[in-house]
């Protein structure tokens, strides 16, 4: 059963703590994207990643870090410099053709609370 | 930079009226993806456009673009409540094509 998996579902920190939230997939695509969403807010791109070994910073990288060892694996870590951690993270992956991205396809995220 | 906006933010409807969500964006965009994100839950893919006045329709939802493909409109016939969630338009991002930019989504709730 192909598709993107994130976990654990709901996590929950001390404040002051790094997190790493797992965001794996087996569809076979080249780039993936991890999100975050504030409550009745849209999507804010955090880090996305064409190709392995390879990433960039989205809008709000800042207190976040990513890695692309794998193609099947982009784990995010939300360090203790990020300022208001707690939201819903969502990971995305999608096919590259000529540069452009295709449809998105996404895991059922991560609510991270912060206490 | 670019910015992809939508409205109404929020609508509420009784069961069976119709519904229509509006998508706009600051540049010219080669394509437009629409996404549907039940509460509590991820978005998931509608439909792509991509040429300029297409439209598409999925049973009671009709899609267009428009003619100068910086505007987008999601409409829904005779709303049920499996319609309620949050809909998001999403482009290419002018500086990036590799990624996507979001609109600021439209929240649907429907009643009966």
């Known amino acids: 059963d192909g598709g993107i998996t994130q976990s654990p579902k709901y996590l929950f920190r001390k404040e002051g703590q790094n997190v790493t939230l797992s965001c794996e997939q087996n569809?076979?695509?080249?780039?993936m994207y991890w999100y975050r969403q504030d409550p009745g807010q849209g999507l804010r791109l955090i880090y996305y990643s064409q190709i392995v070994n390879d990433f960039q910073k989205g809008d709000i990288a800042e207190g976040y870090s990513v890695s692309r060892e794998k193609k099947e694996s982009f784990p995010l870590t939300v360090t203790s410099a990020q300022k208001n951690p707690t939201a819903f993270y969502l990971c995305?992956?999608?096919?590259?053709?000529?540069?452009?991205?295709?449809?998105?396809?996404f895991g059922p995220g991560t609510r991270l609370t912060v206490l | 930079g670019q910015q992809v906006m939508q409205i109404p933010q929020y609508q509420h409807v009784q069961e069976g009226e119709d519904f229509t969500t509006y998508c706009n964006s600051s540049t010219t965009l080669s394509n437009i993806q629409w996404y549907k994100q039940r509460p509590g839950g991820h978005p998931v893919f509608l439909i792509q456009?991509?040429?300029?006045?297409e439209v598409k329709k999925q049973k009671r939802l009709t899609f267009q673009f428009g003619e100068a493909k910086k505007n987008s409109s999601l409409h829904i016939t005779a709303t049920q409540t499996t319609d309620v969630g949050t809909y998001f338009c999403?482009?290419?991002?002018?500086?990036?094509?590799?990624?996507?930019?979001f609109g600021t989504g439209t929240r649907l709730q429907v009643t009966l």
């Open positions: 456009l991509v040429k300029s006045g």
């Open positions: 995305a992956s999608s096919r590259v053709a000529g540069g452009n991205t295709d449809t998105q396809y």
């Open positions: 569809l076979n695509h080249d780039a």
């Open positions: 999403a482009g290419p991002d002018t500086g990036t094509a590799s990624k996507l930019t």
